[in-house]
Each structure stands twice: as structure tokens, then as C-alpha cells.
């Protein structure tokens, strides 16, 4: 269920310490870096990343990243059932480039960070692809986030006034401040996800993306945003904000983001939404608040800028929680959740299953 998907990320993720240094053993046809058992942290990383020459222009070999958030999971034994099956569909899908390697960034903490280490361990015994683990500390990007996304917590965060540790579930929203400028794109994906194809595909809707537009992201597949801008639906009765697709406004399902780190960081309209004034002023506008975080950040700019976005289609964000059906939207529904083509990823929120292979 999309509206309680808030809370259900706030149980599953929070962020680990780095290791200490290691030599880095490549391991048959895999490249995944060992630190003191896990994997390369994202200080090290950065160095090396911008130790490297750049890549020639045009088509040929490409460095894939794909960032995850997995915390608390020595408690939540359902978050490392789902980490499991998202990974090993997503491996068994995988075909890149013989040059190609994928960059998993794992977002954890504690002993969360073994748990999600030795998974990806066994996982990727088996890749057919090179890669890379890259570990980051949640409490280290917390701490550069928060003086950036600070003000917009009030308006976007479970319960009241503005916590510190809340700035994790805003990553998105300010990534292309706290990844090096050598990063120029990254792929956020919730760990409640399928995977049908090649991940490699997914990374090619980078090159679909119309000018102007920072961000791919799917739209919500549920009444949601026509419940939460209901005070601005009533003021203006022939606005698109909340309408069910193709013609509508539903907002946007932040379980599989593209974010184009270099665009972000050259668009100036994209960095002064992101301005204390300008947060307040949109949701006074649309009487805006929400709990969902980063999602419900893009929705409310989306009403407001859609240029900014490239809509994904929903095979790439198949939403399966249908909480909205049977709380006051049944009529509607299925305006919202309709969606025709062959899925290519299944997004199980609100603990929905997952259809089977």
C-alpha cells in the first residue's frame, strides 16, 4: 500500500560505519572489492573513481550504479527475505556488457551491514557481470543531508516537527550533492521489488529522458495524491492535480527513481525547489502534507514542474498494493491501478506477494 509505505520504509532502513582498509581481490569474472570483509566504502571509492581517467564518449562500456537502502534488518527477518528474492531476480535477469560493471551501493548500518554483505556475497557468487560493492555509512549521509532537506521534513515525514534521522528518507531528493560529481547517474530502487528483465535496459531509459527533465520516476498507481490534495481539488474542481491517468496528475511512486546526478546538479530550477522558501511556498499553495518523504516531494514539484520529470512506464514500477480499493476509493480504483504491457518489474508495497515465476 502505497499510503503506508512511509512507515513500512521507516521500519526497514537506517545506515553502518565504514571498514577499515583492505586489499582488493578480483574473484574470477566478478570484480567485488573485500573491506575488512565487506564491501569498498564510499570514501574509497570517491578516491578512486576520481583516480580514473573518464570514459571515451558514445557507446560502449558504462559503469551502472544501482543504490539500495538495507538497515535494521537484524530485526526485520521479512526485509531480508525481500532483499533476497529482489537480488536474485535482479541477478538472474542480468546481462551487461563485457566491459561493463555494475555498482551496487549499499545503504546500511550496524549489524545490518554484515547481514547485507554476506547476502550479496552468496548472490553474487554466481554474476555472469562484473561488479562492485560500495558501502555507505547512513549516519555519514545523514549528517550531510540534513542541513539540505531540513526544512522540507515537516511537510513530507511521519509524525510531527523535523528529525534529524528522517533526512535519510530524502537521499533522492539531494543526491547529486553528496555523490561525486564523477557519478553522473544512479538508480534508487526499493528492496520490495521483482525484477522480469535486464536491469540494463532499465539504465538505457536514461537516454529517453526529453530535455529539461532531472529525474525518471512512475506514477502512483493509486487514489493517493486525489486523497492528499483533496483541500486543493476542492478549491479548483477542474484541475488535473490527483486525476487518474493518461490525462491526470496522480503523482509519482518513488520505488524505482532515475536520477540524473549531472542534470540535478545543472538545472537551476531543480536546486531552487529545493530552497526553504520555495517548499513553503508550494505546499501552501496545494495545502500539501504528506508522510512518504521523497515521493511526495517529486509529486508535489511534478504538479508544478512535470517538465522536470520522465515519466517511466508503469511495467518499470508495477505496483501491486490496492489499500486505497477498500478505504473509500472503489470507484476509482482501477483507473489508477490499470496497467497494460508486459511487466518488467513488480513492486510488492504494503507487503503485497509478489506473483510467482
Same mark, same amino acid.
Given at each position: 500500500m502505497a499510503a503506508l509505505r512511509g512507515s513500512a520504509r521507516r521500519g526497514c532502513l537506517r545506515c553502518p560505519q565504514p571498514a577499515a582498509l583492505?586489499?582488493?581481490? @578480483?574473484?574470477?569474472?566478478? @570484480?567485488? $572489492?573485500?573491506?575488512?570483509?565487506?564491501?569498498?566504502?564510499? =570514501?574509497?571509492? +570517491?578516491? !578512486?573513481?576520481? @583516480? +580514473?581517467?573518464? @570514459?571515451p564518449a558514445g557507446p560502449g562500456p558504462r559503469g551502472l550504479h544501482l543504490l539500495f537502502m538495507f538497515t535494521k534488518a537484524e530485526r526485520n527477518p521479512a526485509l531480508r527475505d525481500k532483499a533476497q528474492a529482489a537480488l536474485r531476480s535482479l541477478l538472474r535477469h542480468g546481462r551487461l556488457g563485457a566491459s561493463d560493471v555494475l555498482h551496487l551501493h549499499l545503504v546500511t548500518e550496524g549489524a545490518s551491514?554484515?547481514?547485507? /554483505?554476506g547476502l550479496l556475497r552468496d548472490l553474487l557468487r554466481g554474476a555472469a557481470f562484473r561488479h562492485?560493492?560500495?558501502? %555507505?555509512?547512513?549516519?555519514?549521509?545523514?549528517e550531510k543531508l540534513f542541513p539540505i532537506v531540513e526544512a522540507m521534513q515537516k511537510h513530507f515525514s511521519a509524525g510531527s516537527g523535523t528529525y534529524y534521522s528522517d533526512s535519510i528518507f530524502f537521499l533522492s531528493v539531494a543526491m547529486h550533492h553528496i555523490m561525486p560529481k564523477e557519478i553522473t547517474r544512479i538508480i534508487q530502487?526499493?528492496?520490495?521489488?521483482?525484477y522480469k528483465t535486464n536491469i540494463r535496459d532499465l539504465f538505457d531509459e536514461f537516454d529517453n529522458f526529453p530535455e529539461g527533465a532531472v529525474i525518471g520516476i512512475a506514477r502512483e498507481m493509486q487514489p493517493v495524491y486525489r486523497h492528499t490534495f483533496w483541500q486543493y481539488r476542492r478549491e479548483n474542481p477542474?484541475?488535473?492535480?490527483?486525476?487518474?491517468?493518461?490525462?491526470? /496528475?496522480?503523482?509519482?511512486? =518513488?520505488g524505482v527513481l532515475l536520477l540524473n546526478l549531472e542534470a540535478m546538479r545543472q538545472s537551476k530550477? $531543480?536546486?531552487? /525547489?529545493?530552497?526553504? +522558501?520555495?517548499?513553503?511556498? /508550494?505546499?501552501?499553495?496545494? %495545502?500539501?502534507?504528506? %508522510?512518504?518523504?521523497?515521493?511526495?516531494?517529486?509529486t508535489m514539484v511534478g504538479m508544478e514542474h512535470p517538465e522536470l520529470f520522465h515519466?517511466?512506464?508503469?511495467?518499470?514500477?508495477?505496483?501491486?498494493? +490496492?489499500?486505497? !480499493?477498500? %478505504?473509500?476509493? =472503489?470507484?476509482?480504483?482501477?483507473q489508477y491501478f490499470q496497467c497494460e504491457g508486459e511487466v518488467r518489474i513488480y513492486h510488492g508495497n504494503c507487503n503485497t506477494p509478489i506473483p510467482e515465476d
Open positions: 583492505a586489499a582488493a581481490a @578480483a574473484l574470477a569474472v566478478c @570484480a567485488f $572489492y573485500y573491506l575488512g570483509g565487506g564491501g569498498e566504502t564510499f =570514501s574509497s571509492a +570517491t578516491r !578512486r573513481l576520481r @583516480a +580514473t581517467p573518464p @570514459a551491514r554484515d547481514i547485507g /554483505l562492485q560493492v560500495i558501502v %555507505h555509512d547512513v549516519n555519514e549521509l545523514t530502487v526499493d528492496l520490495d521489488l521483482k477542474q484541475t488535473k492535480v490527483g486525476e487518474p491517468p493518461p490525462d491526470g /496528475l496522480p503523482g509519482f511512486n =518513488s530550477l $531543480y536546486n531552487q /525547489l529545493l530552497e526553504p +522558501t520555495m517548499v513553503q511556498k /508550494l505546499t501552501e499553495k496545494y %495545502h500539501f502534507k504528506g %508522510h512518504l518523504g521523497d515521493q511526495d516531494f517529486f515519466v517511466l512506464d508503469c511495467t518499470w514500477n508495477r505496483q501491486l498494493c +490496492t489499500w486505497w !480499493r477498500d %478505504h473509500g476509493y =472503489s470507484d476509482v480504483f482501477d
